[in-house]
T-cell receptor, first 114, second 115 residues
Framework: GAGVSQSPSNKVTEKGKDVELRCDPI?????LYWYRQSLGQGLEFLIY????????KSGLPSDRFSAERTGGSVSTLTIQRTQQEDSAVYLC????????????FGNGTRLTVT | AQTVTQSQPEMSVQEAETVTLSCTYD???????LFWYKQPPSRQMILVIR??????QNATENRFSVNFQKAAKSFSLKISDSQLGDTAMYFC????????????FGKGMKLTVNP
């Protein structure tokens, strides 16, 4: 079946502009995650959605970052007034509920802020 | 705070040899899950193996196996008969700490398999 789909795969934007990154999870997966991976670094947790519960936003680095998940499916990560330090790969993952369920990752969006 | 530590930033191994990647974690929970993920240059994160903390038996998936030492909070990955395609970043991760289902990753380790 189809995996996690992210778009765009690459995005170049000017400092100060807003960007939207899209994630289409695997059908039937109730949990959706956003991570950020800076060059050569590990994965930094950003936000987590589970069903109809309030999202865990504890990883969002500033109020310029926000995310929503519409209809329990597609999610959009928005970065306002982008800064050069926002340049990174943004990875989305989805899973079934339950702590033992593995995450399935998309290929990520590489964001470059010039 | 939840932490996962991978102390070796980089390793190399000869093709067909065995290599062990180390990982330690910190948790106050009794029930949690541990994972190893692989990220080749294509950037795609791939699940390698998963371990349930309440299971004493070490998980095995073909050439990949873990050495899970619960008391020591250690979760190492052993790759047997290394192949060129095993060249990738490897990330250790834990889930279920503190009641959250978020997956917490270590900083990763770059493994290079040489011909």
């Amino acid at each position: 079946g189809a995996g996690v789909s992210q778009s765009p795969s690459n995005k170049v934007t000017e400092k100060g502009k807003d960007v939207e990154l899209r994630c289409d999870p695997i059908s039937g997966h109730t949990a959706l995650y956003w991570y950020r991976q800076s060059l050569g670094q590990g994965l930094e947790f950003l936000i987590y959605f589970q069903g109809n519960s309030a999202p865990d936003k504890s990883g969002l680095p500033s109020d310029r970052f926000s995310a929503e998940r519409t209809g329990g499916s597609v999610s959009t990560l928005t970065i306002q007034r982008t800064q050069q330090e926002d340049s990174a790969v943004y990875l989305c993952a989805s899973s079934l509920s339950g702590k033992g369920s593995p995450l399935h990752f998309g290929n990520g969006t590489r964001l470059t802020v010039t | 705070a939840q932490t996962v530590t991978q102390s070796q930033p980089e390793m190399s191994v000869q093709e067909a040899e065995t290599v062990t990647l180390s990982c330690t974690y910190d948790t106050s929970e009794s029930n949690y899950y541990l994972f190893w993920y692989k990220q080749p240059p294509s950037r795609q994160m791939i699940l390698v193996i998963r371990q349930e903390a309440y299971k004493q038996q070490n998980a095995t998936e073909n050439r990949f196996s873990v050495n899970f030492q619960k008391a020591a909070k250690s979760f190492s990955l052993k790759i047997s008969d290394s192949q060129l395609g095993d060249t990738a970043m490897y990330f250790c991760a834990s889930r279920g700490q503190g009641g959250s289902e978020k997956l917490v990753f270590g900083k990763g380790m770059k493994l290079t398999v040489n011909p």
